[in-house]
């Protein structure tokens, strides 16, 4: 059964801080690794990761993910209360049959 | 408009009454999907469809039925409401590629969601 965990659970920081969210799973056949963001409202996508050692970038964020020891994080530099949200990891299993599995998520709070 | 849409997004019902939770995308992606989300268990997976009269089940889809005669369409049908279907219902559309590297392929894309709570 593929497996997905997330830590910390959640986390509470002021704003200025700097986070690492951590994510590892277990999947047959690996194809991609996702990351999304939830509000208080429908996940939206953040990064996906398919290689190990690439850094994907987007302003504050980045994400890596290393394939050998089958983890990813998520850093976020200079955290603002707009980054409150819980993060959540995804991994796609490849093949016929597709299936992506959700791990349970990180709620972050940044508090001013 | 263009995207996804859920409809109704808040639905209070009765224990045994039927009830439809309705999706449509605007991007004739192949994939669609409905997971629910519980505190404490994230999302999961319900029922998902690759095309057209092709549908398959995912980790939880005891109590619920699907049916896609349209590309477009992916309604989520609950035939007899119980309390622990009580949830948040979220619809979701991709395209799914062997080589994710494809542009938007295989990021799926999320509904509103569809608040419903079974008394």
């Known amino acids: 059964e593929d497996k997905v965990v997330q830590s910390p659970l959640s986390l509470v920081v002021h704003e200025g801080d700097t986070v690492t969210l951590n994510c590892s799973y277990e999947?047959?056949?690996?194809?991609?690794l996702l990351w999304y963001k939830q509000e208080k409202k429908a996940p939206t996508f953040l990064f996906m990761l398919?290689?190990?050692?690439i850094e994907k970038k987007s302003g504050r964020l980045s994400s890596i993910l290393d394939k050998k020891e089958l983890f990813s994080i998520l850093n976020i530099t200079a955290t603002q209360t707009g980054d409150s949200a819980v993060y959540l990891c995804a991994v796609e299993r490849g093949g016929s049959n597709y299936k992506l599995t959700f791990g349970k998520g990180t709620l972050l709070t940044v508090n001013p | 408009d263009a995207g996804i849409t859920q409809s109704p997004r808040y639905k209070i019902t009765e224990t045994g009454r039927q009830v439809t939770l309705m999706c449509h995308q605007t991007w004739s992606h192949s994939y669609m999907f409905w997971y629910r989300q519980d505190l404490g268990h994230g999302l999961r997976l319900i029922y998902y469809?690759?095309?057209?009269?092709?549908?398959d089940k995912g980790e939880v889809p005891d109590g619920y039925v699907v049916s896609r005669s349209k590309t477009e369409n992916f309604p989520l049908t609950l035939e007899s409401a119980t309390r622990s279907q009580t949830s948040v219902y979220f619809c979701a559309s991709s395209e799914i590629r062997a080589r994710p590297q494809v542009s938007g392929a295989n990021v799926l894309t999320f509904g509103a969601g569809s608040r419903l709570t079974v008394l």
């Open positions: 398919t290689s190990s050692g």
């Open positions: 469809s690759a095309a057209a009269d092709i549908t």
């Open positions: 999947v047959t056949n690996f194809r991609s």
